[in-house]
Structure formats: structure tokens, C-alpha cells
């Protein structure tokens, strides 16, 4: 996009192309711009196929919303590779703005909650599901979904973090509710390289806990220790059932995997133990029995982050920046463009991934 096309807020003040509502609505300059048109990645379904390709739009061509946000970052979650590649019924509807979180600054509010020039983020929601998402230059969203950034996050940083690293925490909390401790024994993440696992390792290590890491990837165990864990399992310790019990070896478990890894999870549960299970990327299906329940008192937690409410969102963004704040975000992200979306997609949906890919969509304070 031409810089020349770009409008500062105050210095020249042209806003005919926003819906009136807006025409009132507070505005200042920090440092947050409009413009006429702006890059978004939006999907579209033809024939059946599901596609996705970056295209110019507008304000007015946004889902409805209470405040406008300029993007500073979104990222790539397994759902966002799910959603644009048509693999997973995600989308509700089509045409569609993907990404479903985004952290970025208030450029236009009509809520009095948020003034312009705000930092904020959004995940979940049913952003990048059935409301235009984050992989956009502007968002539009209800002010019911707008969680302010923390002072001690930036907004990369929050992106780094995500709707990946905003699901491990809060399986986290979840665990703690139903009794996970640090002198209870050791704690296991599955899938332990990807967008989840990665940052489960680093915030039970940020609390103090003991990690260990499970992963299919034996040339990333270093990486794994490098990240917090201080154990590294194989994906070929979990074998087929020797039976319905087995030695009782976690604490707590973050499970973004499920399917037969799942299974295995419950069976070697420590007494009173949690599993907070999130995820499908080994299957849907669970073979268990009643056994673990009923002889260890085992507890399996389900973890919604996208509707998760607005209260514990932010109890959960709170820890994520304070005692759970992962510590090594750095080594663990790849930066891209929304140009690049279709390649972290692939990478993602083949199992491939190594931490997060964030998608860069503007230089923001
Ligand atoms: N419930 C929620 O609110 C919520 C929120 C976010 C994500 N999720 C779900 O959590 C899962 C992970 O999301 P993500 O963004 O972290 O994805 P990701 O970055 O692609 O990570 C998934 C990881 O799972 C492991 N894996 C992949 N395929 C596998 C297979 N066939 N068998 C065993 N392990 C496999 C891999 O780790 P290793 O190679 O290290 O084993 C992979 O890196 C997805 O199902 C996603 O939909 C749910």
C-alpha cells in the first residue's frame, strides 16, 4: 500500500468511508493511522473448495463492532489452518476475514471503555469463525470482546502468546482449581513442540513446576529442555494398552493432542490428577474406561478458550504476564506476512510446526 494513501488521524481527518455511527466517535493520535483500503487475507468458498487470498478492502466491509483496531499482529493457530484451507469446518460463513486473534491499537470507539490510542487484544470469540478475523490491517469488533493489553505484555509479545499460549494458561488455571500443585510430582504436555505445547512447557516452568515434554520429534528434544522442560519423552513411549491402569507417573497434563495420547494420559494419572484436555490433533475419538475415575479419582477438564468468559479471560491474561509469562517467547516465534499465511497453514496441518508462526501487519508501538 502507497504511504500516500494513508490518512493521520487529526491531521487530516477524512472518515466519509466509515459508517456514520463512527463520525461521532472519539479520536486521537497515537501513533494508529487510517486509511481508504487495506490488506486483508479473506477466504472464500467455491464449488465446494475452500480458499484463501490476500485482497484489498474497507472498513465498511468488516463485520459490526463497537471499535475499530489498527493490527499490529495476529498469528497462526492450528484452527487458523483448519479454517482457510477448508481441512475443518470452521468458518460459518463465506466470504471471510481469517485469524482468529490479533493484538493491535484502538483507531475508533463508541463504547467508554476504550478510548483511541488503547492497546488491546481479542482471541476466540468467533473471530476468524463467523466475524471477520485478526490476518487483516483493521479490525472490527464488539467492545465485549476487547481485552486490554497488560502493561507488562507488548504487542508482539501478545501475539506470541495468542490464542495458543492464552489455552495453555488457562489449562493451567483450570488444573490449579481442581488441585494441581508444585508438591504434587511432575507435570506432562503432549504435542509438546506445537503453538500450545510450547507455551504449556514454558508457563508450568515459569510457575515452577516440573515438565516433562512429549513430543514425536526426537530432533527436538534440546530445543525442548532449552524451553523449560527437564524431561523429554518419545512419542513411542505411549503403546497400546497394557491395561486400564498403568504406573501412575503425572500431576497435571496439558493435552492439546488427544485421540489414543489422551487415552494413554488417563491411565497414567497420578491419584487425584487433572488432565486438561484441548485439543484434536491425533484424532477425536477416546478409548477409556471408568477405571481411572473411579479408582484414582482422576479428573478430565474440557478447555474452551474461544467462549471462555470475560472475567477469567482476564484473570488468565493477568498470569500469562506475571507468574506463568512464558520465558522464552523468542526462540520459539517465526515472523511473517499475511503473503506468507498459505505456507505456516501446510506447515501446521502436517505436523510440522516449531513453536508459532505471528503475522506482522503493522509497525505499532
Ligand atoms: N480448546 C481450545 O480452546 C483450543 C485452543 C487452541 C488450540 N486448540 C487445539 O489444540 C491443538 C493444537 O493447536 P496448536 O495451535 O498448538 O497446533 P500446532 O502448533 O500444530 O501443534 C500441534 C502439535 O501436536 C502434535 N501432533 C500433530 N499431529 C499429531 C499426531 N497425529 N499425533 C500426535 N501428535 C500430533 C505435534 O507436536 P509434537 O510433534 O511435538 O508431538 C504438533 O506440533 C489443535 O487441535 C487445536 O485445534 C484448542
Redesign the pocket.
Known sequence: MEQSEKIFICEHVNLSYLMKDFLSAKTSKRGSELVDQFSAFRVFQEDQKVYGKVVETQIDDLSEGDVVAQVAYSCV???D??AATGTGKIMRRFPLIGGIDFSGRIVLSKDERFAVGDAILVT?CGLGENHDGGFSEYVRVPADWVVPLPKELDLRESMAIG??GF?AA?SVVEMERNGLSKTNGRTIV????????SLAVQCLAAAGYEVTA????DG?HDFLMSIGATEVLS?DVVGEAAGPLEKARWSGAVD????R?LSWLTRTMQPGGAVAC??????TDLDLTVLPFILRGIKLLG????MCPMTKRQEVWQRLSTDLKPGHLQSIVTEISILELQNAFET?LA????G?FIVKLAELQ
Not at 503432549?190 to 505445547?197: I, L, Q, R, S, Y
Not at 512429549?214 to 520429534?217: D, E, G, P, V
Not at 484441548?278 to 484424532?283: D, K, M, N, R, V
Not at 505436523?351 to 516449531?354: P, T
Request: glycine fraction near 24%.
Open positions: 493457530n492450528y484452527k489452518a483448519l476466540g490464542t495458543a489455552t488457562l503432549t504435542g509438546a513442540t506445537g503453538g500450545v505445547g512429549l513430543t514425536r520429534k527436538e512419542g492439546p493432542v488427544g485421540g495420547i484441548s485439543g484434536l490433533t491425533a484424532g478447555i474452551d478458550s474461544s501446521l505436523g510440522k510446526a516449531r508459532r
